[in-house]
């Protein structure tokens, strides 16, 4: 099968129908039949990324094969390479940017539905469990955040402490302050990129419960 054939034969209305479904579920009874409807849209997919990995393999050997005529000529032959070979180079390198921008969008479907399938409950009971351990994560998480919190404090505490000593005039104090200003930044950017990521976590986190809570 050639690549536009098979492009044209990959059909993601369901996967796309399924995540918006996903936001709306809020009773039990309609989890198997979603969950259900949804591994088979993945495995779907995941069978579709196999096929895109085989014609994958075909354009690379191809696109070998062509640069190889051309290495294969002489200094000067190669200058003057046909148009053709070049031409074709060309169609290859596009065909396989084309596919892998196609599997890199059907891998985050199939993550998606893989997700959307995590997370919903099949019972009260299930529910039940899932916020017990997500409240848990939170609370590791929120404790993380309190540890970030205090070392970026303490860096603060020295930076200030340090910079009493910084008082002189001229080009020499306005420089002095102006470097341990800079490691302040820099000894406080990690954490906050650390703070900033546990942030995003625990927020999801709360989403996630308040979604599963209005399951009836």
């Given at each position: 099968?050639?690549?536009?054939?098979?492009?044209?034969?990959?059909?993601?209305?369901?996967?796309?129908?399924?995540?918006?479904?996903?936001?709306?579920?809020?009773?039990?009874?309609?989890?198997?039949?979603?969950?259900?409807?949804?591994?088979?849209?993945?495995?779907?997919?995941?069978?579709?990324?196999?096929?895109?990995?085989?014609?994958?393999?075909?354009?690379?050997?191809?696109?070998?094969?062509?640069?190889?005529?051309?290495?294969?000529?002489?200094?000067?032959?190669?200058?003057?390479?046909?148009?053709?070979?070049?031409?074709?180079?060309?169609?290859?390198?596009?065909?396989?940017?084309?596919?892998?921008?196609?599997?890199?969008?059907?891998?985050?479907?199939?993550?998606?539905?893989?997700?959307?399938?995590?997370?919903?409950?099949?019972?009260?009971?299930?529910?039940?469990?899932?916020?017990?351990?997500?409240?848990?994560?939170?609370?590791?998480?929120?404790?993380?955040?309190?540890e970030?919190?205090?070392?970026?404090?303490?860096?603060?505490?020295?930076?200030?402490?340090?910079?009493?000593?910084?008082?002189?005039?001229?080009?020499?104090?306005?420089?002095?302050?102006?470097?341990?200003?800079?490691?302040?930044?820099?000894a406080?950017?990690?954490?906050?990129?650390?703070?900033a990521?546990?942030?995003?976590?625990?927020?999801?986190?709360?989403?996630?419960?308040?979604?599963?809570?209005?399951?009836?």
């Amino acid at each position: 099968m050639d690549l536009q054939t098979l492009v044209n034969s990959l059909d993601l209305t369901k996967a796309s129908t399924l995540l918006t479904e996903f936001n709306n579920l809020n009773r039990f009874e309609e989890v198997e039949r979603f969950d259900n409807e949804s591994k088979f849209e993945k495995e779907k997919l995941q069978t579709f990324i196999e096929d895109l990995n085989v014609a994958r393999k075909s354009i690379v050997e191809n696109l070998d094969a062509e640069k190889r005529l051309i290495s294969e000529k002489s200094f000067f032959a190669r200058i003057f390479s046909s148009s053709v070979e070049k031409k074709n180079i060309k169609i290859l390198n596009k065909n396989l940017a084309t596919l892998d921008n196609l599997a890199d969008k059907i891998s985050n479907l199939i993550e998606a539905l893989d997700d959307a399938i995590s997370k919903t409950p099949d019972s009260p009971a299930e529910a039940k469990e899932m916020i017990k351990d997500l409240k848990l994560i939170k609370k590791e998480l929120t404790q993380q955040k309190k540890e970030i919190n205090s070392n970026m404090r303490e860096i603060r505490v020295e930076s200030r402490q340090n910079s009493v000593y910084l008082t002189g005039g001229g080009k020499f104090g306005k420089a002095a302050r102006m470097s341990a200003r800079l490691q302040k930044e820099s000894a406080l950017r990690p954490h906050e990129t650390e703070k900033a990521s546990l942030d995003r976590q625990i927020l999801n986190i709360e989403r996630t419960i308040l979604w599963i809570e209005k399951f009836k």
